[in-house]
């Protein structure tokens, strides 16, 4: 059977706006179940080109992971699983008319690929995730590089590798804050890549950078405005990351607010300077500004659209929203709103195809209820820390070391096999480890 089947005329079109976890695994899932039978037209969106799994997204920026060998292609997997890819980014939305519309898109010499255009939908499913928050502080979009796309998560990555070779090669001594890092956000990102730096700076300048000293010239320095890192977890796991970062060397700065971004620093709002040559801005999310104005649909203060417990939109029961762009509660007598986590993108999905399903055979449709599985820190190849919740009873259940290592490898394995299936995902794995054994430990360019 020919993949991408096109649909007899009149079949219902559903567009999915977004292909990060949520929106790759749900139009995957559609696109299996029923753009494959012809029962409707299964269309995604997207502004990327490939998919990269995003709290992998601190691996690549420290170079401790080589994105090619996990990034999915969006135009192959739409051919594999029955959905029609459309190369662009949602601008504007006419929602009497059902029409999502994309703006133009260029290639690096300016020459356009795509012309400004409008998808037609039935059923709309928004799935454009978040972005970091940097609450307008002075400084921050110039001098401090997010890490929302594996685009910037590769571009910290060659600044890194360029600063060391600088530093090896230059005349004069290293200066105040030359190969200092500051990470400004101490939530699971900003830990996660200041553990992974520690060693993979130190792989850098083992392959022949010896002027470099990493125990007297790299500092990593961690800020935090809350009163501990990672606040949004439990206290134990917040103190055990705590313990481990300080004995590895990081400087944490909690109870710290950054006032101002500058090229060669960070300055708090106490007035002191903190010295560094790269600065990466991991604290605070908000959903992407296009949503504020998106045909008159209801969001809250941080952009995200405000959905009901079946995920539609609270002003048009056709436009649904999952993932981090949707303010969705926790259970349907809850005011508590779901997490930003990669656990809830995938319960959403999961939920969204089954009640996509039931919408199309005229059923009503049924609540979405938060699961909370537990949470996990990896602190590369030091340690994995986190608490299980709901496996054992109703305990929430601390773990590290190798059993927490597994548990977060698994959660990635449960996002690969949604959209690849078992088969390709093991094949997958077990090529990666081979190809590992004839590569650097680290990324050099």
């Known amino acids: 059977m020919a993949p991408n089947p096109q649909p007899a005329k009149g079949k219902p079109e559903i567009v999915v706006v977004g292909g990060g976890a949520a929106g790759i695994e749900l139009v995957t899932k559609l696109g299996d179940r029923l753009g494959k039978?012809?029962?409707?037209?299964?269309?995604?969106?997207?502004?990327?080109?490939?998919?990269?799994?995003?709290?992998?997204?601190?691996?690549?920026?420290?170079?401790?992971?080589?994105?090619?060998?996990?990034?999915?292609?969006?135009?192959?997997?739409?051919?594999?699983?029955?959905f029609g890819y459309r190369y662009?980014?949602?601008?504007?939305?006419?929602?009497?008319?059902?029409?999502?519309?994309?703006?133009?898109?260029?290639?690096?010499?300016?020459?356009?690929?795509?012309?400004?255009?409008?998808?037609?939908?039935?059923?709309?499913?928004?799935?454009?995730?978040?972005?970091?928050?940097?609450?307008?502080?002075?400084?921050?979009?110039?001098?401090?590089?997010?890490l929302e796309t594996a685009d910037q998560a590769e571009r910290f990555n060659q600044r890194l590798v360029n600063a060391c070779i600088r530093a090896h090669v230059q005349?004069?001594?290293?200066?105040?804050?030359?190969?200092?890092?500051?990470?400004?956000?101490?939530?699971?990102?900003?830990?996660?890549?200041?553990?992974?730096?520690?060693?993979?700076?130190?792989?850098?300048?083992?392959?022949?950078?010896?002027?470099?000293?990493?125990?007297?010239?790299?500092?990593?320095?961690?800020?935090?405005?809350?009163?501990?890192?990672?606040?949004?977890?439990?206290?134990?796991?917040?103190?055990?990351?705590?313990?481990?970062?300080?004995?590895?060397?990081v400087e944490v700065r909690a109870k710290s607010r950054v006032s101002e971004v500058r090229a060669d620093g960070v300055v708090l709002a106490t007035g002191e300077f903190i010295p560094s040559e790269l600065v990466v801005w991991a604290a605070g999310v908000k959903a992407p500004e296009v949503l504020r104005n998106l045909d008159g649909l209801e969001v809250n203060r941080i952009n995200q659209l405000v959905v009901l417990p079946t995920l539609q939109t609270?002003?048009?029961?056709?436009?649904?929203?999952?993932?981090?762009?949707?303010?969705?509660?926790?259970?349907?007598?809850?005011?508590?709103?779901?997490?930003?986590?990669?656990?809830?993108?995938?319960?959403?999905?999961?939920?969204?195809?089954?009640q996509i399903g039931r919408r199309l055979a005229g059923l009503p449709l049924e609540p979405y209820i938060y699961r909370d599985f537990g949470s996990l820190v990896t602190l590369g190849k030091y340690e994995t820390v986190g608490n299980l919740m709901g496996f054992i009873g109703t305990k929430n259940v601390f773990i590290e070391g190798y059993i927490a290592r597994i548990m977060y490898r698994w959660?990635?394995?449960?996002?690969?096999?949604?959209?690849?299936?078992?088969?390709?995902?093991?094949?997958?794995?077990?090529a990666r480890r081979l190809t590992r054994q004839a590569e650097p430990e680290v990324k050099l360019h």
């Open 37 to 82: 039978r012809g029962q409707a037209q299964i269309a995604l969106i997207e502004k990327s080109r490939t998919h990269l799994w995003k709290p992998l997204l601190h691996a690549v920026a420290s170079g401790s992971m080589n994105p090619v060998s996990h990034e999915l292609d969006y135009l192959a997997q739409a051919s594999w699983h029955y």
């Open 88 to 146: 662009g980014e949602m601008i504007g939305l006419d929602r009497s008319n059902k029409a999502v519309h994309l703006a133009a898109t260029h290639d690096d010499e300016g020459v356009e690929i795509t012309p400004p255009r409008s998808v037609a939908y039935d059923m709309l499913v928004v799935a454009i995730g978040s972005i970091v928050n940097d609450f307008g502080t002075p400084g921050a979009a110039q001098y401090a590089i997010p």
């Open 171 to 249: 005349a004069e001594p290293i200066r105040p804050g030359q190969l200092h890092v500051a990470i400004i956000g101490a939530g699971a990102t900003g830990t996660e890549l200041a553990a992974d730096l520690h060693r993979t700076i130190r792989e850098v300048v083992a392959y022949g950078l010896g002027r470099i000293d990493p125990a007297k010239d790299i500092k990593i320095i961690l800020i935090e405005a809350a009163d501990r890192i990672v606040p949004a977890l439990p206290p134990r796991i917040s103190e055990r990351t705590l313990d481990l970062l300080q004995r590895l060397g």
């Open 314 to 354: 609270t002003r048009d029961p056709d436009v649904f929203a999952i993932g981090d762009c949707a303010a969705c509660p926790i259970r349907p007598d809850a005011s508590a709103t779901v997490p930003p986590r990669a656990q809830a993108a995938h319960q959403q999905a999961t939920h969204l195809v089954k």
């Open 411 to 430: 959660l990635y394995k449960m996002h690969e096999t949604a959209i690849y299936g078992a088969w390709k995902t093991l094949l997958w794995t077990a």
